[in-house]
């Protein structure tokens, strides 16, 4: 899977599940819960900055040095760098602490006198610590029964890559363009940029070196204004089988241009919208069915009753009804085995939900 879509995004949410999950779910169907932090145990992926918080395949480690040397110089998140530099003595006490004593918590080296402020509101010794791991000075992994972040020496990570020869910023750049492109498998410049979070003056001329060296290709798409690139040769499947409900952080809906561009779908996450100003839920998946995304159902997992909550569910225009209701009732209740969940319950929000209600009887 990792092949194909390259990353995986972290995000706290978990209404549902913890939304780095679902990904999977969405192209593995019913699996091992436990993937993730297995491959990470196992050397296979480590945590960084890439399309925000990720999951990254261990061979990228050297592809984003460049980032753990730019937060170094202080280009990103500059505050945690002057925290860092006004406390050398603690950055010091904790890089010791960690490399000599073990793996450690934020609350291990916690400063803070009262009562914590807002989501942002860190301590010093937090603050250290993010330094230390924007930095690539240590590394962490997740600790799964509260989502906190463990940090780690780097020698977790296996030794043949943290010996791995660092390429030049260029050429790791070149290297996320070029798998960008194996992910998205036609893209604009911007859908290429976005996908690792690099910068549009900084990559643009790379672009268009891989173009003249042949490692990528420009071609125009009917109903695109700009031009879009690809991999040479990639191959364009003659249909789409496939159904699967996606995460609001899953890269199929990332950039929200591309995904209107490709479905003519309108998508915005809605968790930090006042619950009257929201239109279609707090926690709101597409649904995609063959080569189409045919509906939004806003999820919610109820683990004390046990229970899978569809508070609603919305179909987007001229779908087959009964057909699309009836994919995604055998998906919800795929979802609700994957989770360890006894049932369904269906809401009332969305012209979805009232044949979804009666597929729902029909166990």
């Known amino acids: 899977m990792l092949d194909s879509v390259g990353l995986i995004q972290i995000d706290s949410v978990n209404v549902l599940v913890r939304s780095q999950e679902l990904p999977l779910f969405s192209r593995l169907g019913n699996h091992p819960r436990s993937l993730i932090p297995d491959a990470t145990d196992a050397g296979e992926l480590f945590e960084y900055w890439c399309h925000e918080a990720s999951h990254l395949p261990i061979a990228m480690h050297p592809l984003v040095r460049w ?51 807002s989501w942002w509101d860190w301590d010093e010794g937090k603050a250290i610590l993010e330094y230390l791991f924007w930095t690539g000075e240590i590394t962490a992994r997740r600790r799964p029964n509260d989502f906190a972040r463990v940090y780690h020496a780097p020698t977790v990570l296996p030794a043949d ?39 549009p003056a900084k990559v643009r001329p790379l672009l268009a070196e891989l173009v003249a060296e042949g490692s990528l290709e420009t071609v125009r798409v009917e109903g695109w204004k700009d031009l879009a690139y690809m991999a040479p040769g990639v191959a364009r499947p003659r249909t789409v089988n496939t159904r699967a409900l996606v995460s609001p952080f899953d890269s199929l ?111």
Not at 255 to 270: G, K, Q, S, T, V
Request: glycine share 6%; net charge positive.
């Open 67 to 117: 980032r753990m040397e730019e937060a170094k110089n202080g280009s990103m998140w500059p505050g945690l760098r002057r925290v860092a530099k006004s406390k050398p003595k603690l950055v010091h006490e904790i890089r010791d602490r960690i490399f000599n004593d073990g793996p450690i918590v934020a609350g291990d080296v916690r400063t803070r006198v009262g009562p914590k402020g």
């Open 161 to 199: 890559v943290l010996n791995a020869p660092t390429p030049s910023e260029s050429d790791a750049r070149r290297e996320l363009l070029l798998l960008a492109a194996r992910s998205t498998g036609i893209a604009t410049a911007n859908d290429l940029i976005d996908y690792h979070r690099q910068k």
């Open 253 to 363: 809906v990332w950039c929200r241009p591309r995904i209107e561009r490709l479905f003519d779908f309108h998508y915005r996450i809605e968790i930090y919208t006042p619950a009257p100003k929201r239109i279609y839920g707090y926690y709101v998946l597409p649904f995609v069915v063959g080569d189409r995304i045919v509906a939004r159902v806003d999820l919610k997992a109820d683990r004390q009753s046990s229970v899978l909550i569809a508070n609603g569910a919305f179909s987007e225009p001229e779908i087959d009804i009964a057909f699309v209701a009836s994919e995604l009732m055998q998906e919800l209740r795929d979802m609700a085995t994957w989770l360890g969940l006894d049932s369904v319950r269906i809401g009332d929000n969305g012209d979805l939900t009232s044949p979804l209600k009666k597929l729902n009887r029909q166990k």
